[in-house]
Each structure stands twice: as C-alpha cells, then as structure tokens.
C-alpha cells in the first residue's frame, strides 16, 4: 500500500471545503480503489463498487472534477488530485477510529462495526476523532487490521500479505482481512480464525489453487483461493499489528 505524505497546514486546508456525504463516499472509494496500484479507475468499476448507475457516477465525478477533487476524462478513467487524496484519507482516518473505538471501549463484535462507522465517518468534528484516537492510545491499526492514517495523513506501509502468495511450509500470522462484509467476517470465525492465529501453508491444490493450511499447529482447513486472497498474515516477527484488541509488536 503506498504512504501518502501531506504537509499539515495542506491536509487541513484541503478539508475546508465543505463536501456531501456522497461526494466524501465517492473519493474514498476512489482512493481504496487506487490502492492496488491502479493510476486511473475507470467509471464502470467505480459504479460496480458504489452500486450505481453509471450514468449517475459520471454526472458526480464531472462535479467533483470542478471542485478540483478528482481529474476526470472519459476515455482514461479518473484520478484523485492531492486535494482529493487528503480528503479521502481523512475519512478513513475517522472511519477506522471509530471501528476501533466501537470494537474495545463499546464491545461491538468486529462483524458488526463497518456500517456504523459508514455514518460516523462523516462527522466533521477533527477535535472529536483527535480524543477518541488518544484516548484509545493512538493505535496503528483497526479491529480487520487496516492501518489507520495519522493526524497529518501518513498511512503506514503495512507489513503483510495474502495467505495466496505463501508458499508450502511457510508459516506466519494472520494480521488482518481485505473484506469488512459482515458475511466474510463471520466466516473467518467459523473456519476457526481470528487476528494472531498462527498458520502454516500444508498444501496447495493445482487443480484450482485451493490450500490448506494448520491454525495454530493443530486443526486443519482447506480454504478456496477467493477466500484465502481475503486473508492477511506476515512472516515478520517484528510486524505491528491488532491483537485481541491491544496493538502489539513481537
């Protein structure tokens, strides 16, 4: 994942603006989008992820590109400027706060906390976010393992990978997942997985790349390649992670 570095007085200044909750889901997407390496995303995959029409998502981009957010051309796609950016790491900065914050002060089950952070995140008060996040002791990472912005908008470059890109016989420790649909996360649980499992690559299928792996050297699960690709571990030891709700490094 890149890191994004905005000098303070620019991060703050770039939020002045005031923008819609639609405008705000429309660059967050973007960006979340832009994070697999893309430069431009093109309007058919944007609407497929937001589920609207593309008709609609062109007539909001074409607005977002006169408020100097976004750079928006038809045949290429569309990019975020570094105001846009700002502004998109600023809610996921508040929308992975608030996921914390609902998980270890409220106890909410992590399955849970995604679509209330959707309308937290919209909140405007910096203040607010600023004494949650110090009160929850400045956390690097969210309850799914996503690493949170810092108040001038630095996303750490984590230190994980999909369990498909291990090989046989490597072991690591699961970190965190790429889906907050409360249906994968459940899943996850079900399969006998939490954030700190430990696991180890047994085999991996040729005919349809499906693996299994042990958790923590003792049971056993065969995972398909979509849903392992949704599952992050590191083969660090030294990778800083959320670990039964306590950020820890060993």
């Given amino acids: 994942m890149p890191k994004y ?16 909750y639609s405008e705000e889901n429309y660059l967050k997407q973007i960006f979340n989008l832009q994070q697999d390496g893309k430069e431009r995303i093109s309007t058919s995959s944007l609407a497929l992820e937001l589920g609207i029409n593309a008709a609609s998502v062109t007539e909001k981009l074409k607005r977002l590109a006169l408020k100097n957010l976004l750079v928006y051309e038809k045949s290429k796609g569309v990019a975020l400027t570094e105001e846009g950016k700002s502004i998109a790491v600023r809610i996921i900065r508040k929308h992975r706060i608030w996921e914390t914050f ?9 399955e849970e906390v995604h679509e209330i952070a959707e309308q937290l995140e919209h909140i405007k008060s ?6 949650i996040e110090a009160q929850l002791g400045f956390p690097r990472f969210d309850p799914h393992g996503e690493p949170i912005p810092d108040l001038n908008g630095n996303i750490s470059k984590p230190c994980f990978k999909s369990i498909t890109e291990l090989k046989v016989g490597e072991k690591a420790r699961v970190t965190g997942v790429k889906s907050d649909a409360s249906e994968f996360l459940l899943l996850f649980e079900k399969l006998g997985f939490s954030i700190g499992t430990q696991i180890e690559i047994i085999e991996i299928e040729a005919f349809d790349n499906s693996i299994q792996l042990s958790l923590n050297a003792k049971d056993k699960v065969r995972l398909s390649k979509e849903v392992a690709a949704m599952i992050f571990a590191s083969t660090k030891k030294n990778c800083c992670m959320l670990d039964a709700g306590t950020e820890a490094c060993s």
């Fill in 102 to 110: 609902l998980v270890k002060q409220l106890h909410f089950g992590w």
């Fill in 126 to 131: 910096d203040a607010l976010i600023n004494r």
């Fill in 5 to 20: 570095i905005f000098h303070k007085s620019d991060y703050l200044c770039g939020i002045q603006q005031m923008q819609t």
